[in-house]
């Protein structure tokens, strides 16, 4: 009977059981300017958009939304083209009423209310409370807030209004706003559009 003699274990002293790994320092140094860093902007701007941290959620990561797939509007015949001359809501209501609006607004540069227009309208159709609050946060830093990218022109009232409305978000926060600028593209905006050179177009 042949006894194989067993390997040596390699012992190690205590200094090499302590020894810390220099790539995973590295790698944990590089945590905090990265992963909890990012989680902690996250959670200071969503505290300053709902006021009560303490009420929302605890941490939403931004998810990229699904694209819709574009609309092939068709063109209306004139006889519908004349009904937007009194009626800013039939013009909405039409797709491609809507994309004709909204192209002349940007040759204005002034797309921003119809822009806040239809993302208030998508928002109000949004069920789920994790995407209403992502959206209510999206809405207000761009449209809402001093000097944002987009600010619309809302008074203070109408904008403290509208801040206090997003303490608890819901399907109505932007209600009163929307329907300032409502009321200002119905007013200002519209008339402009059936002036235009687009618009006679879609009437011959």
Known sequence: LILSTPSPVKLHSRGAETKPDTKMCK???????????????????????????????DLIIPYPE??????????????????????????????????????????????ENIEFWIACEDYKKTKS?????????????EYIQAEAPREVNIDHVTKAITMENLVEPSDTSFDLA???IYAL?????????????????LIK
Request: with cysteine; charged share 35%.
């Open 27 to 57: 790698g944990l140094a590089a945590l905090p300017h990265t992963c909890l860093e990012r989680a902690k902007e996250i959670k200071i701007k969503l505290g300053t958009l709902l006021q009560k941290p303490e009420n929302a959620i």
């Open 185 to 201: 593209m119905e007013k200002d905006s519209l008339p402009r559009f059936v002036r235009s050179d687009l618009y006679q177009e």
């Open 178 to 180: 929307q329907k300032k």
């Open 129 to 141: 409370p994790a995407k209403l609050a992502f959206k209510a946060k999206k809405i207000f830093e």
């Open 66 to 111: 699904k694209p819709e797939k574009p609309i092939k509007a068709q063109k209306p015949p004139a006889e519908e083209v004349l009904q937007w001359r009194d009626s800013l809501e039939k013009l909405l209501q039409n797709n491609y009423g809507l994309t004709a609006f909204r192209n002349f607004l940007k040759s204005e540069f002034s797309e």
